[in-house]
């Protein structure tokens, strides 16, 4: 690690300007905070987080949407863990199952059609969140469910994907980024080869990292260094599971069920062909079809700035409520309710940097 | 953002297999690894073997998730946080 540092520093001193790096990856965010990555940093060097959780990206009309199926008799919401304490317009899945919605935790797609198949006088809707890796579960479900000829069963579908958040980041003047650590998972099922456009159209250097601390310290290294020449290559730090072309089945399973289409992202909003629909021959197991959903406007909570920490404007410290009024306890955004949110990352790892009182205060999470 | 974990094939019917991760057992699915079979290693997320992996870079990997990084202790968390979305 001591020689990266030092390579590092003499990388940054090279380049003679301050440096953006962002990596994509909740899970990055996670281990850079709390490995504490951040602290070999030249000053020069910024490394900021970016729209890669999925709980944290995911619409508010969305939340509002799946907490309002849960409250109907006839349903049983399947989701996963982290979508639980997302606070909506009117509470959040965890209050809504306190108040007697059906709402239970899954780790897997297939769990939910299992909770289908032993319901069949209910109604099971699950929470398709995620990114390009966890899609081809979901698509997977869905299959399974037309072949066991499911009548209960469906998605209320908000997957999204990942290149195009990252095209929209770099076409927003207001946030220049110099390179990207590309998500390691994401790369698993897509392949790595996507990541090109960003590196031909964009100018833009990308290395796909794996998650210990050492990987993505070497990861920015490998960036820096071509910052430096300058260059904009594609890099592939993590061949043993990323391949160029990825995971040929997943990508069927996704072209199967799914079809590119607009996706409301919380912070970068609606984007043409950023989400995933399903397609008309699976209809009848798209949730929003099925139960007549009509999605609400997007309303942040007040004084939340998650939408400015996803597309890397600010960084949890800088926000009013961190720490003080939001905690992974009582969350306001979702950037702190999820384990793979910068908010809670920072708060785990970084909030002693903090430098308001509230930043003693112990809270056990 | 979609953490994988290594996990050994221990036992498999068609797509369905049981695999050890740590100190957990759990189902998933080889739909998408189906050359993956008893005694081989796969990255596993939300339930779905995602990739085959060689057993050193499972080890390598295993190391890294429970030593540096990104799971406390794995199978210690609630049930709730198990199953976090990726």
Redesign the interface.
């Known amino acids: 690690m001591a020689l990266l540092e030092t390579e590092l520093a003499d990388l940054a001193t090279t380049i003679g300007r301050p440096v953006k790096l962002m990596e ?4 990055h965010t ?2 850079a905070c ?2 504490g990555v951040h602290s070999f940093m030249p000053k020069a060097v910024d490394l900021i987080s970016g729209p ?4 944290c990206v995911t619409a508010q009309r969305y939340i509002d949407a799946l907490i309002e199926l849960g409250r109907r008799n006839d349903t049983i919401i399947a989701t ?5 304490r997302v606070a909506g317009a009117g509470g959040s899945l965890e209050v809504a199952r306190s108040e007697g919605a059906d709402v239970r ?7 939910a059609v299992e909770t289908a198949i032993k319901n069949p006088e209910r109604d099971v809707v699950f929470a398709a ?6 899609a ?2 979901t698509a ?1 479900a869905i299959i399974t469910a037309a072949n066991e000829k499911l009548l209960n069963f469906s998605v209320l579908p908000a997957h999204k994907l990942v290149i195009p958040a990252m095209k929209a980041l770099l076409s927003d003047p207001d946030i220049r980024i110099d390179g990207f650590l590309c ?1 390691g ?2 790369s ?2 897509t392949g790595g080869d996507v990541f090109g456009p960003i590196v031909k159209d964009y100018k833009k250097p990308c290395v796909i990292v ?4 050492n ?1 993505i310290m070497e990861g920015i290294v490998h960036l820096v260094r071509q910052i430096a020449v300058p260059e904009a290559q594609l890099e592939n730090l993590y061949p ?2 990323a391949l160029s072309r990825g ?1 040929p ?2 990508q069927e ?1 996704i072209d199967r069920v799914f079809v590119p289409g607009m996706a409301a992202w919380r912070a970068l909003g609606e984007m043409e062909e950023s989400g995933l629909d399903i397609r008309p021959e699976f209809g009848k197991y798209d949730a929003v079809g099925r139960h007549g959903i009509s999605f609400g406007e997007d309303r942040e909570p007040p004084g939340c700035r998650c939408a400015e920490v996803i597309t890397g404007r600010c960084k949890p410290l800088d926000c009013s409520l961190f720490a003080g009024v939001c905690t992974p306890i009582y969350p306001v955004g979702p950037c702190m309710v ?3 949110g910068s908010c809670q990352a920072y708060f785990r790892y970084r909030r002693h940097e903090l430098k308001s009182p509230m930043a003693r205060v112990r809270v056990e999470v | 953002m979609c953490l994988a974990l290594p996990a050994k094939i221990e036992d498999c019917l068609d797509e369905i297999a049981w695999v050890r991760l740590g100190d957990a057992r759990m189902k998933v699915s080889l739909v998408m690894t189906p050359e993956a079979g008893v005694g081989d290693w796969v990255l596993v997320h939300a339930g779905f073997a995602i990739h085959q992996v060689t057993e050193d870079d499972a080890r390598e990997t295993w190391m890294i998730v429970t030593e540096h990084g990104l799971m406390e202790k794995p199978g210690a968390t609630s049930p709730d946080q198990k199953a976090e979305t990726a």
């Open positions: 994509v990856c909740g899970t996670v281990n709390r490995s890669g959780c999925p709980v996963y863990g982290d979508m639980l935790v899954v780790t897997s797609a297939l769990e969140v995620g990114f390009e890796t966890t081809p579960a997977s998500p998972h994401v698993v099922i794996g998650f210990g601390a990987q043993e599971a995971n089945i997943a399973l999820s384990s793979e």
